[in-house]
């Protein structure tokens, strides 16, 4: 009876639950000492508080479980890494970012207690964000402890598998938020950037963070009391955004607007006359704005924009591809591989001759579609390859996410859009593996929400297969009844 009893409580997670939030510190104790266990209750208890409040009343105990595993499995790879690393090198680093962004973040607290130091030449560009500050904090409060940043990053990332979940049940259901939120916890991809001290993770939260409130806006009661304190709270995520990446801050003024103008129509749908004029009034403002920005920029004439994007769009993926250092591929691979630095590389984009296959197509589809197996050049690749077997299937099922009868159809566009124009942007912008897969995490909500939706509706079509009988019975009473 006992052994039944404990057995039962671990599957219940009560006894798992208990045991990473006892283990996790005390691993923390073990490499880093009592900072770094002080720090590591302080972010899983402060995310497991946050998880409970994300979710509603009734999916409180779900979130939070949802959380538990999440963090659990990012810090079972977290505390051996960190330590295997430290052995070797001191640092405790994984990758080259996040050894610079320890180093930074080391060096600003010493810059603050007046040790008379700067930073190093080389690693200016890298205090253009808030990340290092964050780092810098930590320091300053718990000592150089290089572990704390990355549980930070395992608890945030936790927190954004409770985001979506919680997303996929209010805009479809609740078995499909049970498998995007089990997605976003397991993804090889979403949890090798969460154990390290980078800042995509933090990016990723707080974007998720601005989608969950817009989701809120987009179908609460004009009158509901809370919708002041999520205008509020999303003016707060859009500051952050703008300081972590510009982008995805546009991305969601471009969303909510379309959110207001829809829920509005019926306001203007009586006065035809003043919406034209008002929809003339801003094409002129807009147009005109950019055609003297354009001017004053530019001698070039304003029939060239066009190329002018392309040039701008092939010198940054030239610089890319020519000297950004892949987090996946050793820099000699790199300089082998492209045998010349950005401004060559620049000389010979401008030399090539437009086309529509290369500068659009391939674009377009190595930023969805890579890494594929004959593109590795190492068994790390081959390993982020193997990953892509999982995104192709959920970017095929999310094309039929609309078919699935989505609650929620205008926030559902909204979400389609969102991850539309990260794609447009990855390809505009990315020329190397790393970054690219770095970058593509803002994709992979949107692809696990949509494409659960999507493999939800093809099982149900196909007669839920591999279901149980018995179970399969009970569903049909409990429905009939």
């Known amino acids: 009876m006992l052994v039944s009893a404990v057995v039962l409580g671990w599957l219940r997670g009560e006894g798992w639950g208990r045991a990473i939030r006892v283990l996790a510190p005390l691993g923390a104790l073990v490499i880093e000492g009592w900072p770094a266990l002080i720090g590591t209750l ?44 430290k052995l070797i090198d001191g640092s405790g680093a994984l990758f080259p970012d996040d050894y610079t962004n320890d180093l930074v973040g080391e060096w600003l607290t010493r810059i603050a207690r007046g040790d008379g130091i700067s930073i190093f030449p080389g690693h200016q560009q890298v205090l253009g964000g808030i990340y290092p500050y964050l780092l810098m904090g930590t320091y300053a409060i718990f000592g150089y402890t290089p572990l704390l940043p990355k ?21 479809f259901s609740r078995p499909v938020a049970v498998v995007a939120g089990l997605g976003a916890a397991v993804l090889p991809s979403l949890v090798v950037w969460s154990v390290a001290s980078l800042k995509e993770t933090l990016v990723l939260f707080v974007a998720l963070l601005g989608l969950w409130i817009l989701q809120f806006l987009s179908t609460a009661p004009a009158g509901s009391r809370h919708v002041a304190d999520a205008r509020v709270l999303f003016v707060g995520v859009l500051t952050l955004l703008l300081d972590l990446r510009a982008a995805e801050t546009v991305f969601l003024v471009g969303m909510l607007a379309v959110v207001y103008v829809t829920r509005a129509r019926h306001r203007f749908a009586a006065r035809p006359m003043q919406m034209s ?8 403002v807009v147009g005109g704005g950019l055609w003297v920005a354009r001017t004053r920029t530019s001698t070039r004439p304003f029939s060239a924009v066009f190329e002018d994007v392309v040039l701008v769009i092939r010198h940054r993926r030239a610089q890319e591809a020519a000297s950004a250092g892949s987090q996946l591929r050793p820099p000699t691979d790199l300089s ?76 559902v566009l909204c979400l389609a859009g969102y991850g539309i124009a990260n794609w447009l942007l990855l390809a505009a912008t990315e020329g190397n593996f790393g970054n690219l897969l770095r970058h593509r995490l803002m994709l992979d909500p949107v692809l696990l929400i949509l494409g659960a939706a999507g493999l939800e509706w093809l099982w149900l079509r196909a007669g839920r297969p591999f279901y149980p009988r018995a179970v399969r019975d009970r569903w049909l009473e409990r429905v009939d009844a």
């Not at 779900?62 to 295997?84: D, E, K, N, S, W």
């Not at 004029?277 to 002129?284: M, N």
């Not at 590389?345 to 001759?353: H, L, Q, R």
Request: glycine share 6%; charged share 15%.
């Open 42 to 85: 302080l972010v899983q208890e402060g995310g497991l508080w946050l998880a409970g409040r994300i979710a509603e009343c009734c999916q409180r105990t779900a979130a939070r479980r949802l959380f538990l595993a999440a963090y659990g499995l990012r810090v079972v790879i977290a505390l051996p890494t960190h330590y295997y690393t």
């Open 277 to 284: 004029l008002a929809a003339l009034a801003v094409i002129v």
């Open 151 to 171: 549980l930070l990053n395992t608890c945030l990332a936790a927190l954004c598998a409770v985001l979506v979940f919680e997303i996929a049940r209010r805009a």
């Open 336 to 411: 082998a591989d492209t045998g010349s630095g950005p401004p060559a590389a620049e000389a010979a984009s401008d030399a090539a001759p437009f086309t529509l296959a290369g500068d659009i197509f391939e674009p377009l589809g190595y930023a969805l579609l890579a890494p594929a197996p004959w593109q590795a050049h190492n068994l790390t690749e081959l390993g982020a390859s193997a990953e892509m077997v999982v995104w192709d299937v959920l970017l095929v099922a999310s094309c039929l996410a609309w078919v699935a009868s989505p609650r929620q159809r205008l926030f």
